[in-house]
């Protein structure tokens, strides 16, 4: 068997996006650095950064695939779906696995305009749904058993969006936190290495000073 994540349309559209978010990155004509107001809401963030595809490494990507295969999930989750990258990495697994479904949630209308025209390029659009909105709304709507996670979304959020989601965790349930190195992720980390809050969990260095948590429902 081919795997999905490197066969054909998936591992162009994966590699097309890959590239266009690293040209965003290092090109000095690219859309300038966003100046956020100091008291600007979720949704004025995600529109003001609606062009930045602030993807996760290859590595977590493929960290999300193996772990994905090795589980097996009916259900994973994703908060902070931007242009699609992490979620082609999740929705190939599912395809090879041959069982499991990706809810994924955006805040940006343009992206999940984009996200949905990626996911249909890479032909894993059957095995995806993007619940556009807020995840702190729209993930109430995921009243299955969950999994695998994946926050990467406004990081100040990740325990929140923990909190709507933590009853529906499976035990066994793996949370993989990106950005963890981020001051404001501080709360998150604090409850998840809280062995009282029913965790194990561990921190995995990844792309230069960055961090994921990697988190287990006991
Ligand atoms: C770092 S990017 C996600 C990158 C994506 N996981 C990938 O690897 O391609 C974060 C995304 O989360 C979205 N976001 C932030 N807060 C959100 C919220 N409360 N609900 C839904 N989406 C949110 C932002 O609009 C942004 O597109």
């Given at each position: 068997m081919t795997a999905t994540i490197v066969s054909e349309p998936l591992a162009a559209t994966l590699a097309g996006l890959y590239e266009r978010a690293e040209?965003?990155?290092s090109s000095?004509?690219?859309p300038p650095r966003v100046q956020l107001p100091a008291d600007a809401t979720a949704q004025h963030r995600a529109d003001l950064m609606s062009d930045r595809y602030m993807p996760i490494s290859p590595d977590t990507g493929t960290l999300l695939y193996t772990m994905i295969r090795a589980a097996r999930p009916e259900v994973v989750v994703e908060f902070g779906t931007s242009y699609g990258i992490s979620g082609l990495y999740i929705?190939?697994?599912?395809?090879?696995?041959g069982i499991g479904h990706l809810y994924t949630t955006e805040l940006s209308s343009k992206k999940v305009t984009a996200a949905t025209r990626n996911f249909e390029q890479a032909g894993v659009a059957d095995v995806v749904t993007i619940l556009p909105g807020d995840a702190r709304e729209t993930l109430a709507s995921v009243?299955?058993?969950i999994g695998i996670v994946?926050?990467?979304g406004w990081k100040e959020m990740y325990l929140p969006v923990l909190a709507l989601i933590e009853p529906n965790?499976?035990?066994g349930a793996t949370i993989v936190a990106d950005n963890t190195t981020r001051a404001d992720v501080a709360p998150y980390l604090d409850y998840v290495r809280d062995p009282g809050n029913g965790y194990m969990s561990m921190s995995m260095g990844a792309?230069?000073?960055d961090a994921v948590e990697i988190s287990c429902r006991l």
């Amino acid at each position: 068997m081919t795997a999905t994540i490197v066969s054909e349309p998936l591992a162009a559209t994966l590699a097309g996006l890959y590239e266009r978010a690293e040209e965003q990155r290092s090109s000095a004509s690219g859309p300038p650095r966003v100046q956020l107001p100091a008291d600007a809401t979720a949704q004025h963030r995600a529109d003001l950064m609606s062009d930045r595809y602030m993807p996760i490494s290859p590595d977590t990507g493929t960290l999300l695939y193996t772990m994905i295969r090795a589980a097996r999930p009916e259900v994973v989750v994703e908060f902070g779906t931007s242009y699609g990258i992490s979620g082609l990495y999740i929705a190939a697994a599912l395809r090879d696995n041959g069982i499991g479904h990706l809810y994924t949630t955006e805040l940006s209308s343009k992206k999940v305009t984009a996200a949905t025209r990626n996911f249909e390029q890479a032909g894993v659009a059957d095995v995806v749904t993007i619940l556009p909105g807020d995840a702190r709304e729209t993930l109430a709507s995921v009243t299955e058993s969950i999994g695998i996670v994946l926050l990467d979304g406004w990081k100040e959020m990740y325990l929140p969006v923990l909190a709507l989601i933590e009853p529906n965790l499976r035990s066994g349930a793996t949370i993989v936190a990106d950005n963890t190195t981020r001051a404001d992720v501080a709360p998150y980390l604090d409850y998840v290495r809280d062995p009282g809050n029913g965790y194990m969990s561990m921190s995995m260095g990844a792309r230069g000073h960055d961090a994921v948590e990697i988190s287990c429902r006991l």
